[in-house]
């Protein structure tokens, strides 16, 4: 389902599935690594309303797992390219990885793949370093925020029949959210 | 033999063989891509003393394809990650895709990899703003002249024995270049 790839180096195909949802690529000699590109294969796409969260993790110093949200791949949005150069000293975010005890090693780090529900994913925030290029980054980012919101808001859409009274509360069009 | 990636975009990997040791493969919306990855799949691989010249080529504004020489990919380093983004504007350079009269569609725009010797690749220089980010590109960029550098330098390498006698002419033991 999904693809690896370290600039410069041979690409992954078969990711180790640590759980029904969760797929680990080894990325060895992490250190000299600067950007790693996470794809689908297009052989089999999300189920209707899921997408994948995409995962850097290292080992700190004391061979702990640090995870850090690089940020997603969907079936809108197939692949995505991270740098991942300036992230080893950051600190680790909240993750979906902490029951699957991942053998730590020095050298090797990992990218984590895990598929949740579209709504979940609108609630996580990247590291922002991730992104590829600081004006891409910021657009893409942008962009990005602006389709989660997109997402997120028009998972609350309502018609008009399906309203509860209430003449106090504002709606939005849902095409107004769309085109802006 | 090879695959390409455009960043947000499904994987493609199946380009057309418009030449027994020419690929190309199709970039529709050009406009909007920003990174393209390509490389090699890993199933076969370039004969021994060859690789790939990675080339961009788009439609200048009277129709004109304009190539552009964006790097290499070879065993040694299966793939490269190209910003194409900043090129759209760029001069074209010399390139071995002129027999193939490629049929131009303005928003489409093509890769092309080229199969040639590494002694031939080693004198080529790609568009310096092709590689991914200013930081890595420099270091990336010097690393691949020094390479082309060695490679180049070494292809004139000989032994003391082939030396024709000449006492003014000085070398350089390869070694020296090699850990420079």
Redesign the interface.
């Known amino acids: 389902m999904f693809?690896c790839?370290?600039?410069?180096?041979?690409?992954q195909a078969a990711p180790q599935q640590v759980a029904e949802d969760k797929f680990v690529f080894d990325l060895p000699d992490y250190e000299n690594i600067?950007?790693v590109?996470v794809?689908?294969?297009?052989t089999i796409p999300f189920p209707d309303g899921m997408g994948g969260s995409v995962y850097f993790c290292y080992p700190d110093q004391s061979g702990m797992a640090v995870w850090q949200l690089l940020g997603f791949v969907t079936n809108e949005?197939?692949?995505?390219?991270f740098?991942i150069?300036g992230l080893k000293s950051g600190k680790g975010s909240q993750h979906p990885f902490g029951a699957m005890n991942l053998p730590q090693t020095p050298t090797v780090a990992q990218i984590g793949i895990s598929v949740e529900l579209l709504e979940s994913l609108a609630q996580q925030t990247p590291v922002a370093s991730a992104a590829?290029?600081s004006v891409?980054s910021f657009t893409e980012f942008t962009q990005k925020m602006l389709d989660n919101f997109y997402n997120f808001a028009s998972s609350f859409a309502v018609t008009q029949a399906q309203m509860t009274p209430n003449p106090s509360e504002a709606f939005i069009p849902a095409n107004v959210v769309l085109k802006w």
């Open positions: 693809g790839l370290v600039a410069g180096r041979l690409v600067n950007h590109v794809f689908m294969l297009g949005k197939p692949s995505a390219i740098k150069s590829v290029s891409d």
